[in-house]
């Protein structure tokens, strides 16, 4: 079991850190969806009461690491590397996992409008997915977008994902039930169903 200050998970890259800080973070989180707030609107679902409070913030920091160590999820905040304790600049999340025969999660993702275009979700995702495939023991990752989202669609067929389908009014997002293109990754070298690693 992880010291209650520090991170059960932590996934470095090249330029990033990918952990899971604890409620005492709940000021830098909040910072960063408060610089992001019109930028996120346009491809997040509405957010719930008190999202904008160091209060939810706490509470919701703690439930991500209550849910990890049930293996409903993997929450990650993404720094910089060389200040691990400094700004939030994205979030890389894995949720919704499923067990038995399917194996499966979500992968939902965000990075700050001030550090677009420089690669950098590209960067973290290709550090946390093998981390998921393997450490958590996924089969699949299912990702979804908005169809005017390109810059989405391009970073996950770079990463590989596969468009699987299409579904009409998926998500309530900015105002009105939006289509999202459905996407996946699976993970090859898993042969079986088998429990987390």
């Not at 604890?22 to 960063?32: D, I, T, V």
């Not at 939902?108 to 023991?137: T, V």
Request: aromatic fraction near 10%; charged fraction near 25%; proline fraction near 7%.
């Amino acid at each position: 079991m992880p010291e209650p200050d520090s991170s059960p998970v932590t996934i470095e890259s090249e330029r990033l850190v990918l952990t899971m800080p604890g409620p005492e973070a709940a000021k830098r989180q909040l910072s960063y969806f408060a610089n992001n707030r019109e930028h996120l609107a346009h491809w997040s679902p509405p957010n719930p009461p008190g999202f904008y409070s160091e209060e939810f913030w706490r509470w919701r920091l703690a439930e991500n690491r209550s849910e990890y160590v049930a293996d409903r999820s993997m929450r990650l905040s993404i720094l910089l590397r060389g200040d691990p304790a400094g700004t939030v600049i994205g979030t890389a999340n894995f949720s919704e996992i499923v067990r038995g025969p399917l194996q499966a999660c979500f992968l939902g993702y965000s990075i700050d409008h001030r550090h677009q275009g420089r690669g950098l979700m590209k960067e973290a995702l290709r550090a946390a997915i093998p981390h998921a495939f393997s450490r958590l023991n996924l089969h699949r990752i299912g990702a979804n977008y908005v169809p005017t989202n390109e810059r989405s669609g391009r970073l996950l067929r770079s990463l590989g994902f596969v468009v699987e389908g299409y579904a009409r009014d998926y998500l309530y997002i900015d105002g009105a039930w939006r289509d999202h293109i459905l996407t996946a990754l699976t993970n090859r070298e898993l042969t079986s169903p088998g429990v987390r690693g």
